[in-house]
């Protein structure tokens, strides 16, 4: 079955050119990404995330995303999370007009489901938010739904692939708000300690962004410090 995914993640990165094209977005941007999930107790962990967004690989610099929450373990495959994020976003790709800058707090409640089908991993992602939204011209509230479905398989002890679609719902017009597809190699530097390079097709309704990106999974247990 490994096999099926290579051609998948390959059919992602030719399909870019057409897309970026049509829509105008010609430029590969990147994201820089850091994750942890840091254990604090048997049913108490605390979620740590920092990402730098960027119009083109290494330089325009598009988007700060700093986010934080406490999850409750209900069980190995449950899990369920309240937290909040900083979103500092440059709107533009050049020159940038000040009311094209925001900076976004928002508060969200999270449900992560886990399941296991032969060497797939699934885990289905369900995320509602509140975005309390700050630009130069305008102060003003947003509410969203987002669902993800995330599907890893082990290629050896060392190597995987890691695939996922989401999407963006807005509860308010528009209702359709983003679609993110997502296919990745990953290493498995330690048992807590990943790293994954892939690739991102963020959709919008006219628009596409083609984005690489470079994901660092770092999980703390604090449990053993403390004992």
């Known amino acids: ?5 290579f ?34 107790s048997d049913k108490l962990s605390i979620h740590t995330e920092a990402q730098f967004r960027f119009y083109e690989v290494t330089s325009t610099f598009n ?12 069980s190995d495959n449950a899990i369920a999370t309240l937290g909040y994020g900083y979103i500092n976003t440059d709107g533009t790709f050049e020159d940038t007009p ?12 999270q449900f992560i489901l886990k399941n296991v089908v032969g060497k797939f991993k699934f885990e289905h992602r369900y995320r509602l938010e509140q975005r309390f939204i700050n630009t130069r011209l305008d102060d003003f509230t947003e509410h969203r739904a987002r669902y993800r479905l995330q599907v890893t398989y082990p290629i050896n002890e060392k190597w995987f692939l890691n695939v996922y679609d989401e999407v963006f719902i807005n509860l308010q017009e528009p209702i359709f708000g983003q679609n993110r597809l997502y296919g990745a190699v990953g290493y498995n530097v330690q ?30 247990d604090f449990r053993k410090s403390n004992k």
């Open 1 to 5: 079955m490994k096999y099926l995914f």
């Open 7 to 40: 051609p998948f993640i390959l059919f992602l990165f030719l399909n870019t050119n057409t897309s970026a094209q049509e829509t105008g977005e010609d430029e590969w941007g990147a994201w820089y990404m850091y994750f942890g999930t840091n254990q604090v």
């Open 191 to 220: 048992n807590n300690f990943n790293v994954q390079f892939g690739y991102l097709k963020n959709h919008f309704t006219g628009i596409n962004f083609d984005r690489l990106q470079l994901g660092v999974f770092y999980n703390i």
């Open 98 to 109: 000040e009311e094209e800058n925001s900076n976004e707090h928002r508060i969200f409640q």
């Open 63 to 74: 988007q700060l995303l700093l986010r934080t929450g406490l999850n409750y373990h209900i």
